[in-house]
């Protein structure tokens, strides 16, 4: 899922980095020890040489979370804190891990949900904790760092909350830091750069953290996890809050600016190697009062699509100290939902419909219907639809996450397809993928073969459900073309996004491996890895210690 307001954090940490063909070099801080948070200086280190000769587990001190039992009496970690701001070591290997997969993986998320005794509300709220998976010749080794945001360095030295986080306000000392909270809301400086959603490779090969803020745009070495600094754009676009999903390849990053001033969505591109976004076009809402929330957005090969959806930013809820149920939104179904198609090449818009109402975090692909002369005809967009329902917002609150374990609360979810017509029609349809029973009706935090992005597809990885549940638990593998669902399951275990990594040479559309982390009942963790073609386990790595719920990740190939 996301946050409109998140983080990131911390120091120098070494890398998994293979020394030659026949040794593995693991430079470890404190070997298999952490830092804890009291303790800002994390510059010592040593390396231990592992042979690859014979499998040995490096010796590690478990990492400690602050275990919250819910209501089925276990030590579920996915919704607590991490006390320790970093650990490395290599994992122990159950199955076998393909000699081809050769990368880092890495997943960014909300790791830390409390300031000593302040407790933070929302699952959104927590400050970002990058977690590293490194593949070499079957073996995988594993690491976790705190991101190094202003939002969190100022939370951890004033022992306070400093910026606005996605439902935390900072409490005003007097009158006059009330005001200049207000002030510097409308400025962008009270807002959060905790960049606790996703993490991105550029096509030139740097990787930035994000969050819905654009000064939450932190770019960090995927080798050390070392925070770098703030990632900033060298335009002259402004706007303060921008998707967090956007869409990048080899040769471009898309985004979209949501417009407040102004309702409506700025698209922009920037090129590998630079900082400047360019104008691509602008739409302009059909409904109101204020943009709808742009969480994430899908492209085909010529195309922006552009959602319209009637859940709203909401300046009264902005400006609020406590949340209301919707956080920073409303909810207008009058104003109508709307879906925009924007040309990639001149920035026209060359469709705009309106939709049955929707809600969605997250879209997983599209692609253009031709007609036999080749002519596109219409797109078609698929997203993780939770049927026009926005208690899903509610639903993620942590005490609503750690008291509900094993009640059926989860609301229900599905593959959601839209069609859009570029007849100039003013109606587009919208309507499920496939039976949502096939996943449990859970639908959520999904990926694709990228090479199949924004084209024609067949196959999508998300998490799903085995009810009863308060939260997706399941893995699943969606058919689009039979429409079936092939789903992963482990009693009591939460597993993050399923990322799929296709295999070098692949032919077939689910020749690779899915890898997520899951965090299991009994307050451990592990890195699981799938067969992208039959979805059955083929490897876990344990970590020594339980692991906080995660939520977007990215793939970096070794070269």
Known sequence: MATMLSSLALPRCTAFSPTSSDSIGLELTKLGQVAPRSRPNLSESFTVGVATESRIAIPCRPVETEHVCGSGGGKLAAWTSIKQ???????????????????TYLRNGPGLWNIDDYNFRHLFDGYATLVRLSFRRGRVAASHRQIESEAYKAAMRNKRLCYREFSEVPKPDSFLSFVGDLTGLFSGASLTDNANTGVVQLGDGRVLCLTETTKGSIQIDPDTLETIGKFDYSDNLGGLIHSAHPVVTDSEFLTLLPDLARPGYVVARMEPGSNERKLVGRVSCRGGPAPGWVHSFPVSEHYVIVP???????????????PTPLYKFEWHPESGSYMHVMCKASGNIVASVEVPPYVTFHFINAY????????VTAIVADCCEHNADTSILEKLRLKNLRSSVGQDVLPDARVGRFRIPLDGSPIGELDSALDPDEHGRGMDM????????GKKYRYAYACGAQRPCNFPNTLTKIDLVKKRAKNWHEE??????PF????????KEDDGVVISMVSDKNGEGYALVLDGSTFEEIARAKFPYGLPYGLHGCWVPRN
Request: with cysteine.
């Open 446 to 453: 999904c990926s694709i073969n990228p090479a199949y992005l």
């Open 308 to 322: 319209e959806m009637p859940l709203r930013y909401s300046a009264h809820n902005l400006l609020r100290a406590e």
């Open 500 to 507: 799929f990594v296709a295999r070098p040479g692949a032919i």
């Open 492 to 497: 009591g275990s939460v597993p993050s996004e």
């Open 368 to 375: 253009e219907e031709e007609d036999e002369d080749g002519r």
């Open 85 to 103: 701001e970093r650990w490395e070591g290599e994992l122990v290997v159950k199955g076998k891990i393909p000699f081809w997969l050769n990368g």
